[in-house]
């Protein structure tokens, strides 16, 4: 049984910093391109950060560039998103996701993803 657990976030002051986990069980993370996407109510679920399987390659959405760092530790089945200078436009519910790598090296939409993890609210005070 695959199982993605999240784990961080919670309430920060603007300007602060908030670091995400997401361990995942019952896969190769190896074998997966991993990502974190972000929902608000009653919005659709947006892309945030990608990696590679090795952990080589990072891809960011443009409104977190410089801010978020999105890495993975293989041996520990592990992928984070560090996040920094945080304003209250990056609150909402953040997701981790691993795609089953193919014939690209990261993946940015939300249907290219096989499993996801439970959400982790983060809410940013102004």
């Known amino acids: 049984q695959v199982q993605l657990v999240q784990s961080g976030g919670g309430l920060v002051q603007a300007g602060g910093s908030l670091r995400l986990s997401c361990a995942v069980s019952?896969?190769?993370?190896?074998?997966?391109?991993m990502g974190w996407f972000r929902q608000s109510p009653g919005m659709e679920r947006d892309f945030v950060a990608a990696t590679s399987r090795g952990g080589t390659v990072t891809y960011y959405t443009d409104s977190v560039k410089g801010r978020f760092t999105i890495s993975r530790d293989n041996a520990k089945s592990t992928v984070y998103l560090e996040m920094n200078s945080l304003t209250p436009e990056d609150a909402a519910v953040y997701y981790c996701?691993?795609?089953?790598?193919?014939?690209?090296?990261?993946?940015?939409?939300?249907?290219?993803?096989?499993?996801w993890g439970q959400g982790t609210q983060v809410t940013v005070s102004s």
């Open positions: 019952g896969l190769t993370m190896s074998a997966y391109a």
């Open positions: 996701a691993a795609a089953q790598a193919g014939a690209r090296v990261y993946y940015t939409r939300v249907y290219e993803y096989h499993f």
